[in-house]
């Protein structure tokens, strides 16, 4: 009886969501901004930045996490000295992945950064996806995007197109469903419909436009059917129409433009990244810095309400 009451007490606890303020030189601050500034969210949130980039100065600061208890239903600021440069952001993202390996939140919902400049800062990794599955030691992991009408996750993220190929075997893909399926299963408590996309143009027409679907993707399908709802593969240029007539559709895209033209195309504004396979909740939205109207005031930041608002439903 004492470990369940323990264990009670610990999930009530980290109940706090921690939002990362992005690329200071970004939409990232306004953004977040325009999200939380007439948001009552459900459990604690804490802003992580520098107090300098961040419009609302009124917002409580704290020193630690563990000042907000989760009764505490505000939003408070946790100030990072970091100057305005290509590691701001780094700093900032940093500091929440420590919180949620500590299990100090359960959500870290971050806003844009610029890969090019964490390289050019000598940062190792290609963006916050890589950064958070090394980070927490995760052997798989990936990107699925989520909209209330379009759902996709990506088999690859950020490789170069020729890798694909080399990749793409029946055994690899059968790994992979089953991973993308029990994850989305965990974390939205209910089952989902997987719609397969073939790589080639036309699926591959009978083998005529290449043997991918053939070799390894039908038969990859045809063995996970006894335990997954699944079909395809289905032509790259309908697979996302088709899904988006469905409820509780995903979309199996094989790398990442042929997932995310479409996906962005229909959901801009709307759509959401969620890291699967993490031990913790992580939303983003699915745009970048977006460097040209940074600081005008124009940035939309409804797919940052979205990210806020889909992690705090993941953790309730």
Same mark, same amino acid.
């Given at each position: 009886?004492?470990?369940?009451?323990?264990?009670?007490?610990?999930?009530?606890?980290?109940?706090?969501?921690?939002?990362?303020?992005?690329?200071?030189?970004?939409?990232?601050?306004?953004?977040?901004?325009?999200?939380?500034?007439?948001?009552?969210?459900?459990?604690?949130?804490?802003?992580?930045?520098?107090?300098?980039?961040?419009?609302?100065?009124?917002?409580?600061?704290?020193?630690?996490?563990?000042?907000?208890?989760?009764?505490?239903?505000?939003?408070?600021?946790?100030?990072?000295?970091?100057?305005?440069?290509?590691?701001?952001?780094?700093?900032?993202?940093?500091?929440?992945?420590?919180?949620?390996?500590?299990?100090?939140?359960?959500?870290?919902?971050?806003?844009?950064?610029?890969?090019?400049?964490?390289?050019?800062?000598?940062?190792?990794?290609?963006?916050?996806?890589?950064?958070?599955?090394?980070?927490?030691?995760?052997?798989?992991?990936?990107?699925?995007?989520?909209?209330?009408?379009?759902?996709?996750?990506?088999?690859?993220?950020?490789?170069?197109?020729?890798?694909?190929?080399?990749?793409?075997?029946?055994?690899?893909?059968?790994?992979?469903?089953?991973?993308?399926?029990?994850?989305?299963?965990?974390?939205?408590?209910?089952?989902?419909?997987?719609?397969?996309?073939? %790589? =080639?143009? *036309?699926? @591959?027409? /009978?083998?005529? $436009? &290449?043997?991918?679907? !053939?070799?390894?993707?039908?038969?990859?399908?045809?063995?996970?059917?006894?335990?997954?709802?699944?079909?395809?593969?289905?032509?790259?240029?309908?697979?996302?129409?088709?899904?988006?007539?469905?409820?509780?559709?995903?979309?199996?895209?094989?790398?990442?433009?042929?997932?995310?033209?479409?996906?962005?195309? %229909? =959901?801009? *504004?709307? @759509?959401? /990244?969620?890291? $699967? &396979?993490?031990?913790? !909740?992580?939303?983003?939205?699915?745009?970048?810095?977006?460097?040209?109207?940074?600081?005008?005031?124009?940035?939309?930041?409804?797919?940052?309400?979205?990210?806020?608002?889909?992690?705090?439903?993941?953790?309730?």
């Amino acid at each position: 009886m004492a470990t369940k009451d323990k264990d009670k007490k610990r999930i009530k606890i980290n109940k706090r969501t921690a939002v990362t303020l992005g690329d200071p030189e970004g939409i990232g601050p306004e953004i977040v901004y325009q999200s939380l500034r007439d948001y009552s969210p459900a459990h604690p949130m804490i802003i992580i930045g520098s107090r300098e980039f961040y419009q609302d100065k009124t917002i409580p600061l704290i020193n630690a996490v563990e000042e907000i208890e989760n009764r505490d239903k505000g939003i408070y600021f946790y100030h990072v000295d970091a100057p305005a440069s290509s590691d701001a952001s780094f700093t900032y993202v940093e500091t929440g992945i420590q919180w949620a390996l500590d299990k100090k939140i359960s959500a870290l919902v971050t806003a844009p950064i610029s890969k090019e400049k964490w390289l050019k800062a000598g940062i190792p990794y290609r963006g916050h996806t890589e950064l958070l599955a090394q980070t927490a030691g995760v052997k798989e992991h990936a990107m699925f995007f989520w909209s209330r009408n379009l759902k996709v996750v990506l088999f690859s993220i950020h490789i170069p197109l020729k890798s694909i190929f080399e990749r793409l075997k029946k055994n690899e893909i059968i790994r992979f469903i089953r991973f993308a399926a029990s994850e989305l299963s965990r974390l939205f408590s209910r089952d989902f419909t997987f719609l397969v996309s073939g %790589l =080639n143009p *036309h699926a @591959g027409e /009978n083998g005529f $436009l &290449g043997n991918e679907e !053939i070799d390894e993707i039908i038969p990859a399908i045809e063995t996970l059917k006894p335990e997954i709802n699944i079909d395809g593969p289905f032509p790259p240029d309908v697979i996302f129409l088709k899904a988006k007539e469905m409820k509780d559709a995903v979309v199996i895209s094989w790398y990442h433009d042929q997932g995310l033209i479409a996906f962005k195309l %229909l =959901n801009i *504004h709307r @759509g959401v /990244n969620v890291t $699967l &396979g993490l031990p913790y !909740i992580r939303t983003s939205p699915d745009h970048g810095t977006a460097y040209d109207i940074a600081g005008k005031g124009i940035a939309n930041p409804a797919s940052m309400k979205q990210a806020i608002r889909l992690a705090e439903l993941l953790i309730s």
